[in-house]
Nanobody, 122 residues
Framework: QLQAFGGGLVQPGESLRLSCAAS????????VGWFRQAAGKEREGISC?????????YYADSVKGRFTVSTDKAKNTVFLQMNSLKPEDTAVYYC????????????????WGQGTKVTVSS
């Protein structure tokens, strides 16, 4: 089971940290991607951290420089630190696992986590 949590209501410019926790399997064996879906829009991939020893990270242009993805093997959790949040970051955020960030980007995922809602509003 995969679960994303940590969303909430924040003001523009503030920060949030989302968590993606796995139970029943080892998250470190997979690459983990973050997606978001705003109301009326398609789900978009925004970040990914690859499995294995290199833990390469990838970001969509819309979040590059503001969001940081990281992993904590001991907690079997991947985090998405979101800084300098903007109203356009408002969406439901999902995490997903896959064999690589390339497969995740094409929606070929092994597990989808339930979403967590992020609202950025003054």
């Amino acid at each position: 089971q995969l679960q994303a949590f940590g969303g909430g209501l924040v003001q523009p410019g503030e920060s949030l940290r989302l968590s993606c926790a796995a139970s029943g399997f080892t998250l470190d064996h997979y690459s983990v991607g973050w997606f978001r879906q705003a109301a009326g829009k398609e789900r978009e991939g925004i970040s990914c951290i690859s499995s294995g020893s290199d833990y390469s990270t990838y970001y969509a242009d819309s979040v590059k420089g503001r969001f940081t993805v990281s992993t904590d093997k001991a907690k079997n959790t991947v985090f998405l630190q979101m800084n300098s949040l903007k109203p356009e970051d408002t969406a439901v955020y999902y995490c997903a696992t896959g064999s690589s960030c390339i497969t995740i980007a094409t929606m070929r995922v092994a597990h989808w986590g339930q979403g967590t809602k992020v609202t950025v509003s003054s």
